[in-house]
Antibody, heavy 121, light 111 residues
Framework: EVHLLEFGGGLVQPGGSLRLSCAAS????????MSWVRQAPGKGLEWVSS????????YNADSVKGRFTISRDNSKNILYLQMNSLRAEDTAVYYC??????????????WGQGTTVTVSS | QPVLTQSSSASASLGSSVKLTCTLS???????IAWHQQQPGKAPRYLMK???????NKGSGVPDRFSGSSSGADRYLTISNLQSEDEADYYC?????????FGGGTMLTVL
């Protein structure tokens, strides 16, 4: 069974950093592109970042460009999101999602259960 | 980049059918979309991929009650024989060469 498990969320002060991880199982992780999507309290889904299967190409939403970095370790089947210079508006549940193919030409077809990030002093 | 427009809310009676709409921006009217369901307090769940031709492919375990169709820039999700567990937020998603976009979501109430 395909499974994604996020961890690393928590409470962080504005300007701080946090690294999220997503452990994948049940599929050939290295063959699929992956994404991070977030959902602020009471709001809709917002795409954050995506990465090709090999890790060499990444994409970021304008709202996080220059602050967030997506990466992956295909030897460990783990996806990461390094979040720096965090702001109150980054407060959200962060979901890891598998894309249906190896690059940016695909949508999301599996979701993790999410991890909560709260940015507050 | 593409824009997806959804009605904010919809309602239908238990056992009836409902058709939710997701409209693509006109220049992106041929794009493929995906439908996702988010039940209250839960993570999103992938329902199906839907092409402009109306052809769709559902995710594993998605009931037969869920189907998709298309007309021009409009993409539809039809749920037949509504059940209480279908009460949820429904999001459409599409993607371009370097960006992914979600519609604002439709909150479905089962009466």
């Amino acid at each position: 069974e395909v499974h994604l498990l996020e961890f690393g969320g928590g409470l962080v002060q504005p300007g701080g950093s946090l690294r999220l991880s997503c452990a994948a199982s049940g599929f050939t992780f290295s063959s699929y592109a992956m994404s991070w999507v977030r959902q602020a309290p009471g709001k809709g889904l917002e795409w954050v970042s995506s990465i090709h299967s090999g890790g060499g190409t990444t994409y970021n939403a304008d709202s996080v460009k220059g602050r967030f970095t997506i990466s992956r370790d295909n030897s460990k089947n783990i996806l990461y999101l390094q979040m720096n210079s965090l702001r109150a508006e980054d407060t959200a549940v962060y979901y890891c999602a598998k894309l249906a193919g190896y690059n940016s030409g695909y949508g999301m077809d599996v979701w993790g259960q999410g991890t909560t990030v709260t940015v507050s002093s | 980049q593409p824009v997806l427009t959804q009605s904010s809310s919809a309602s239908a009676s238990l056992g009836s059918s409902v058709k939710l709409t997701c409209t693509l921006s006109s220049v992106h009217s041929s794009y493929i979309i995906a439908w996702h369901q988010q039940q209250p307090g839960k993570a999103p769940r992938y329902l199906m991929k839907l092409e402009g031709s109306g052809s769709y492919n559902k995710g594993s375990g998605v009931p037969d009650r869920f189907s998709g169709s298309s007309s021009g820039a409009d993409r539809y999700l039809t749920i037949s024989n509504l059940q209480s567990e279908d009460e949820a937020d429904y999001y459409c998603e599409t993607w371009d060469s370097n960006t992914w976009v979600f519609g604002g979501g439709t909150m479905l109430t089962v009466l």
